[in-house]
């Protein structure tokens, strides 16, 4: 197992959906003890803090519908430039939000140092709407879209103009909730999507090889992991704000982290949308750190 130095960046961020509380998420993760997790496995971790975030009432933009625009732009901003910073001084950016929203910032940073990112979207749902097609304006289902290129100048054009990764180089993991106008952009740019009935038929680890394959024949310069806890069931993880019943489960998801590990493939992460107001004890934070430990090396014997 490679000893890594992780910096991890706190972002929390709820203007990118409706419901109030996911802000608070990577207190929670921290409190789970995601640090002491790291680095009982023998990481470096420096803890840089949350990027900070101010409170808002929730506002729309007039034009195109789309909430807190203005405030998501900013925090995406200032989490590009860090995230950026954090992969030029050779660290590991392991990045908890907050919403998912966030990946716009994170995708943007990490654009600054590779050309053909590959990424596994796990999720339950595609991120992938536009404010014309987004039946609610939440921008935290918006950031593949806005990563591929389309979407609100604003967002599009975050730390750097343009799209940043690649359509063809999205693999995403789990969908199981997707709205029309996202089916029809899945389609036409060509992502690669597994969804439940995928991993039902032919089993994670399959799943997860296939996309290794993927990455390998698309000659992805580094992978980054943007994880969604509504991915898993909602029985594991209910503290998210938009559960979907028939997901991911809990071994399913540490099998999959597991086998990325193995493949050492992974250069950077997010862990998204706990929200502690929902949760159960801390219980979707728990299982946040526990997969964290599953990504960065943790094994039973």
């Given at each position: 197992?490679?000893?890594?130095?992780?910096?991890?960046?706190g972002?929390?961020?709820?203007?990118?959906q409706?419901?109030?509380?996911?802000?608070?998420?990577?207190?929670?993760?921290?409190?789970?003890g995601?640090?002491?997790?790291?680095?009982?496995?023998g990481?470096?971790?420096?803890?840089c803090?949350?990027?900070?975030?101010?409170?808002?009432?929730?506002?729309?933009?007039?034009?195109?519908g789309?909430?807190?625009?203005?405030?998501?732009?900013s925090?995406?901003?200032e989490l590009?430039?860090?995230?950026?910073?954090?992969?030029?001084?050779?660290?590991?950016?392991?990045?908890?939000?907050?919403d998912?929203?966030?990946?716009?910032?994170?995708l943007?940073?990490?654009?600054?140092?590779?050309?053909?990112?590959?990424?596994i979207?796990?999720?339950?749902?595609?991120?992938m709407?536009?404010?014309?097609?987004?039946?609610?304006?939440?921008?935290?289902?918006m950031?593949l879209?806005?990563?591929?290129?389309l979407?609100?100048?604003?967002?599009v054009?975050v730390?750097r103009?343009?799209?940043?990764i690649?359509?063809?180089?999205?693999?995403?993991?789990g969908?199981?909730?997707?709205?029309?106008?996202?089916?029809?952009l899945?389609?036409?740019?060509?992502?690669?999507v597994?969804?439940m009935h995928e991993?039902?038929?032919?089993?994670?680890s399959a799943?997860?090889?296939?996309?290794?394959q993927?990455?390998?024949?698309?000659k992805v310069?580094?992978v980054?992991?943007?994880?969604?806890?509504?991915g898993?069931?909602?029985?594991?993880?209910p503290?998210?704000g938009t559960?979907?019943?028939?997901?991911?489960?809990?071994?399913?998801?540490?099998?999959?982290?597991e086998?990325?590990?193995?493949?050492?493939v992974?250069?950077?992460?997010e862990?998204?949308?706990?929200?502690?107001?929902?949760?159960?004890?801390?219980?979707?934070?728990d299982?946040?750190?526990?997969?964290?430990?599953?990504l960065?090396?943790?094994?039973?014997?």
């Open positions: 197992m490679r000893t890594l130095d992780i910096m991890m960046i972002v929390p961020v709820d203007l990118g409706s419901r109030r509380g996911v802000d608070m998420g990577p207190s929670a993760i921290r409190y789970a995601a640090v002491e997790r790291l680095e009982s496995l990481h470096r971790v420096e803890d803090g949350n990027i900070a975030v101010s409170p808002v009432r929730e506002k729309t933009d007039t034009q195109k789309l909430k807190n625009l203005s405030e998501v732009t925090v995406s901003e590009a430039t860090v995230v950026s910073d954090s992969v030029a001084n050779k660290k590991f950016p392991l990045i908890l939000g907050g998912h929203s966030i990946a716009i910032g994170t943007a940073g990490l654009a600054d140092h590779y050309s053909n990112l590959g990424v979207w796990y999720d339950a749902h595609a991120d709407n536009t404010s014309e097609t987004s039946p609610s304006g939440n921008i935290h289902g950031p879209a806005v990563s591929i290129g979407g609100h100048d604003q967002l054009n730390h103009a343009g799209a940043k690649d359509p063809k180089n999205i693999v995403i993991i969908a199981r909730a997707l709205d029309p106008g996202e089916r029809q899945i389609k036409e740019k060509g992502v690669t597994f969804t991993i039902d038929r032919y089993g994670m799943v997860i090889q296939q996309t290794l993927h990455f390998e024949d698309r310069d580094g980054h992991l943007s994880l969604d806890l509504d898993l069931d909602p029985l594991y993880t503290g998210v559960p979907v019943p028939g997901g991911i489960t809990y071994r399913e998801s540490h099998l999959a982290l086998l990325l590990e193995d493949a050492d992974i250069t950077s992460a862990f998204v949308e706990v929200n502690p107001i929902l949760d159960e004890y801390n219980k979707t934070a299982v946040a750190v526990g997969l964290i430990g599953s960065f090396g943790e094994k039973l014997l």
